[in-house]
């Protein structure tokens, strides 16, 4: 069975443990697990918790379920988490910002809630105290601002913005697991500011100084976390173009390296172009050393030809990640394309490993491929070029399809309706949270999960008729073959257009009454928040979709277990309509089966009557008056928002 086991995915051994009870040890003994979850998923989240507590079989279930809910767009909770101005989802970690007006009036907090481990707790912070105490001429002033820009590994960053009367913006950094005041910093600028950080080193950056050639840049600020120190030197990135993080250029922090990323070349247009490609660059946090800094080579990098056609960049964006399985780095990008020879627009997704080679590695063709002047094409436009030209060419090359996901064909919802995009490499499945109203309510906000899961070759061809000999079979098995996606739609919708409680209750409960319109979402790994509703006498509600199967809000009243429903998807291009049958029994349904038991997949819906008043806080060993430990504000939000 091991043998057996290394030419399997972890998918299809978990469902090889449920085809006869005499293997249902491959996913219920720890020894073997083990094995399996080091071997093909050593960098994933569940396989890091099992290092610590050892149930590898449980890590192993958790880890497919968690990809198969994604996949098939059935969240395990649905939970109204909290009330905020603002929100920021960040590395698991829930930051929100509430005004408490049962305590003392106009007072502010900062509430920071794990959602990967909730535990009824959350730390709160008192934002006027703790900036009191960071900024000495912060008493003086008469109005701020106080943004959450980052949370990583227990650190957690924010700007405070106000003016005496001349304006100062101060990056304050906390160690929110100690309840300590790290460092507060005086700002130069915040334009576009980031900030990235390991338990050690923070850097910050903002695309604010001007180069030689006209053109902002970006400019790093490196800040040892254990010794308390800011570096003096400036880390300078001339070389990086672009400026919106997260369409353009993305920066994060992996195994001890900064890596920093665009999909741009070039900060002016180029007239004669072949070739965009990606630059990628890191070094160690460390030693931001400019002479020590790898690049990738254009090879490596290359990104796609300008003669595939145009791209609408508003739908685009561009993250890094780490491969579960082998811990390789990896560039996923989106790109809505009107490909060449093809009518209409597309959204599909690219995958490209990030690779660094020393200057005497590689072949003598990749050299010369990053020698631009030497490799033109045979093409009428080279005898337009001048001294002034900077172009780009490497020779095409073909997008694997592995790594390459062909998403929707034509414009399935707004731009304006849809308020989150993503890609989940691991489930090979593209995810968006869209606003699709019903036809009876067309102004009504519904908000819905939209998930395309990448189909196999080897699964369409189950998915034909038997064969045949007649052009029209012919036809029938060119247009499964094209087939790539199967969408998903969730909740769903009623069965024979009649009244479903189930979904009802549901949809109040993501859309709440009064609190509908200016919806921001953002998503990880296991999970994804949005904020909903917001006006000048409202705060917005905070709803959490957990795709996580191990998810428990402790302390939490439960308002009962849903069947998780989804219907067919009707007209949906270039895919499978997944349709699994929904009883439509409403109520509440009994959780029950082995972990093993794959279509057991109930839905939580979580929902309290408890008034807002008579919060009990915990106060840790050594901490600050402005830092608390307290119930978690999801175990007494009021219940008339369902």
């Known amino acids: 069975m ?13 469902d090889l443990s449920l085809s006869c009870r005499h293997f249902q040890y491959l996913i219920t003994e720890d020894s073997f697990a083990k094995h399996i979850i080091r071997a093909k998923a050593q960098f994933s989240l569940e396989a890091q918790q099992a290092e610590i ?34 929100h920021m989802l ?37 934002i006027p105290k703790l900036t009191a105490e960071a900024i000495p001429s912060f008493e003086n002033c008469q109005g701020y601002s106080f943004n959450v820009i980052h949370n990583a590994e227990g650190i957690t960053s924010c700007v405070c913005s106000f003016s005496l009367p001349e304006p100062e913006d101060w990056l304050l950094i906390l160690d929110t697991e100690k309840h300590e005041l790290v460092g507060a910093i005086l700002l130069e600028s915040t334009i576009r500011l980031f900030v990235r950080n390991s338990r050690s080193y923070l850097y910050y950056g903002t695309h604010s100084e ?84 790898q690049i990738m080579k254009k090879r490596d990098s290359w990104r796609r030809q300008h003669a595939e056609g145009p791209t609408d960049d508003r739908w685009g964006f561009l993250k890094l990640e780490k491969d579960e399985r082998t811990g390789q780095v990896r560039i996923i990008e989106s ?37 631009t002047e030497n490799n033109l094409p045979d093409d009428p436009l080279t005898m337009l070029l001048d001294s002034n030209s900077n ?45 699709d109203p019903t036809p009876l309510a067309p102004y009504t906000q519904r908000l819905r999960i939209r998930a395309g899961k990448m189909m196999a070759a080897r699964f ?15 036809r029938e098995k060119e247009k499964a073959e094209e087939v790539r996606n199967l969408i998903t739609m969730w909740p769903g919708e009623p069965e024979n257009g009649s009244s479903d409680p ?9 859309n709440p009454v009064g609190h509908q319109g200016n919806v921001l979402a953002a998503d990880d790994e296991r999970s994804m928040v949005y904020a909903t509703g917001g006006t000048a006498n409202t705060l917005k509600v905070l709803v959490w979709l957990s795709f996580d199967p191990a998810t428990k809000l402790t302390g939490k009243s439960s308002g009962g277990l849903l069947k998780s429903p989804a219907t067919p998807v009707v007209g949906c291009a270039n895919g499978y309509a997944r349709s699994p049958k929904h009883d439509g029994s409403g109520g509440v349904v009994i959780q029950g089966g082995s972990p093993g038991v794959a279509d057991n997949h109930p839905l939580q819906v979580w929902a309290s009557n408890e008034s807002l008043s008579g919060n009990e806080f915990i106060l840790a060993k050594g901490a600050r008056v402005w830092a608390r430990t307290e119930k978690a504000m999801y175990t007494h939000l009021p219940g008339q928002y369902v």
């Open 502 to 510: 189930t979904l009802e209750r549901l949809s109040r409960f993501m």
């Open 335 to 371: 790109r809505k394309e009107w490909l060449t020879g093809q009518c209409g627009n597309r959204r599909s997704y690219y995958a490209t490993n990030v690779v660094f080679k020393d200057e005497d590695e590689g072949t003598a063709d990749e050299q010369q491929d990053d020698n």
């Open 460 to 474: 369409m061809k189950l998915q034909e008729t038997s064969a045949s000999s007649s052009v029209q079979g012919h």
């Open 210 to 293: 001007y180069g030689a050639d006209g053109f902002r840049k970006w400019v790093l600020r490196f800040f040892d976390l254990t010794k308390r120190h800011l570096s003096r030197r400036k880390v300078h990135l001339s070389n990086l173009v672009g400026y919106e993080i997260g369409s353009t250029v993305c920066f994060e922090i992996v195994d001890g390296y900064l890596y920093g990323l665009s999909n741009q070349t070039a900060f002016e247009l180029e007239e004669i172009d072949w070739t965009s490609y990606y630059y990628c660059f890191r070094f160690r946090l460390e030693d931001p050393d400019p002479k020590k800094t």
């Open 2 to 14: 091991a043998n057996v086991a290394t030419s399997l995915s972890i998918e299809e051994i978990f």
């Open 90 to 126: 960040s590395n698991g970690k829930l930051c929100y910002i509430h005004e408490d007006v049962h305590e003392d009036m106009g007072q502010r907090w900062l509430r920071i809630l794990d959602l990967h481990n909730p535990s009824g707790l959350e730390t709160v912070i008192n």
């Open 391 to 435: 172009p780009n060419y490497l020779r095409p090359l073909s997008h694997p399809p592995r790594k390459t996901h062909s998403g929707d064909e034509g414009t399935q919802f707004d731009l304006s309706k849809t308020y989150l995009r993503s890609y989940y490499y691991s489930s090979e499945t593209f995810l968006d949270l869209v606003d």
């Open 53 to 86: 507590d050892g149930f590898y079989a449980r890590a192993l279930r958790r880890l497919v379920k968690r990809r198969r809910a994604i996949a098939e767009a059935r969240p395990y909770v649905v939970a109204m988490v909290g009330l905020a101005d603002s």
